[in-house]
């Protein structure tokens, strides 16, 4: 059996961490003026994982994308 995708069946998960790569083709924006922005809190804050890893909620970017 086959499964053929429709509107009825798509489900798009918003509530997930994403990493740099993708918070950059998602924003368009660099990583020094995602940076900046966060610090002015015009941004959505990182979410640390550990040392040296950060995160974003996938939400939280779609929100500040449509505010823009």
């Known amino acids: 059996m086959t499964s053929t995708?429709?509107?009825k069946n798509a489900t798009i998960t918003t509530e997930r961490l994403i990493r740099e790569d993708e918070?950059?083709?998602i924003t368009s924006i660099s990583?020094?003026?995602c940076y900046q922005l966060e610090k002015?809190?015009?941004f959505p804050a990182r979410i640390h994982l550990?040392?040296?890893s950060c995160a974003w909620r996938l939400s939280?970017?779609?929100a500040w994308?449509?505010?823009r």
Do not use: H, N, V
Request: aromatic share 4%; net charge positive; charged share 35%.
């Open 23 to 25: 918070r950059r083709l």
């Open 5 to 7: 995708f429709s509107p």
């Open 65 to 67: 994308i449509e505010a």
């Open 40 to 42: 002015k809190g015009l």
């Open 31 to 33: 990583r020094a003026q």
């Open 60 to 62: 939280e970017l779609l």
């Open 50 to 52: 550990g040392a040296r």
